[in-house]
């Protein structure tokens, strides 16, 4: 296992084009997080799983943002009608409960 | 909710110690995490410290941890080049999710 791996690593997409970026986590993570970092800024969070299930998402930016992980593994992120703003990079990370997170590389979305 | 505050900038002479500070505002928080990340790199985690322990040294690495005054704080001694990056501190909060501090530069001067 060499990590978290998140796809693509770079996105450049138009306003109000639909994107969804993928993560793999570390095999043995039953708890998966996404975050978001702007420019100048520390990691802030969006959402996490634990297993399949959603345990928190109340802190997706708005409705436009979605994430799912549907077999308990890989998760995806979506943002739909993209808008500049949306521009930043999108960080996986993976644990197992009460453990340090492990990220991945990030996925950079500029939005034009 | 929990609020992480760091300086955002610290300079240091090769050689040097560098000491980066943060402090937290929840004192239940369990676990309080330093990561670093270079130019276009991922978050890299570079220790932690239960919120029991006071101290945590790690070759190069010295963490301490006040808990009546919610400060961390990162010691590198001997600074290299290569320790040029960002040192983000993080803390848990109740749901064990990370709350981040903006970041600090840590800039080398030869």
């Known amino acids: 296992d060499t990590g978290v791996s998140q796809d693509p690593r770079h996105k450049i997409t138009k306003r109000g084009q639909n994107v969804t970026f993928r993560c793999d986590p570390i095999?043995?993570?039953?708890?998966l997080y996404w975050y978001r970092q702007t420019l100048g800024q520390g990691p802030e969070f969006l959402t996490y799983?634990?297993?399949?299930?959603?345990?928190?998402k109340s802190r997706l930016l708005s409705d436009r943002f979605s994430a799912e992980r549907p077999k308990g593994s890989f998760s995806t992120l979506e943002i739909q009608r993209t808008e500049q703003g949306d521009s930043a990079m999108y960080l996986c990370?993976?644990?197992?409960?009460?453990?340090?997170?492990?990220f991945g590389q990030g996925t950079r979305l500029t939005v034009v | 909710g929990e609020d992480v505050e760091q300086s955002l900038f610290l300079s240091v002479r090769e050689g040097d110690s560098s000491v980066i500070n943060c402090t937290y505002t929840?004192?239940?928080?369990?676990?309080l995490y330093w990561y670093k990340q270079e130019p276009g790199a991922g978050l890299q985690l570079l220790t932690y410290?239960?919120?029991n322990m006071d101290m945590k040294q790690d070759q190069r690495l010295t963490v301490l941890l006040n808990k009546k005054d919610k400060h961390l704080s990162l010691r590198i001694a001997d600074t290299q080049t290569g320790d040029s990056a960002i040192y983000f501190c993080?803390?848990?909060?109740?749901?064990?999710?990370?709350?981040w501090g903006a970041g600090t530069k840590l800039i080398i001067k030869p």
């Open positions: 990370a993976s644990s197992s409960a009460h453990t340090e997170a492990f």
């Open positions: 095999s043995e993570h039953n708890r």
């Open positions: 799983f634990q297993n399949e299930a959603q345990l928190e």
């Open positions: 929840d004192s239940s928080s369990t676990y």
């Open positions: 410290i239960f919120s």
């Open positions: 993080a803390a848990s909060d109740s749901n064990y999710q990370l709350i």
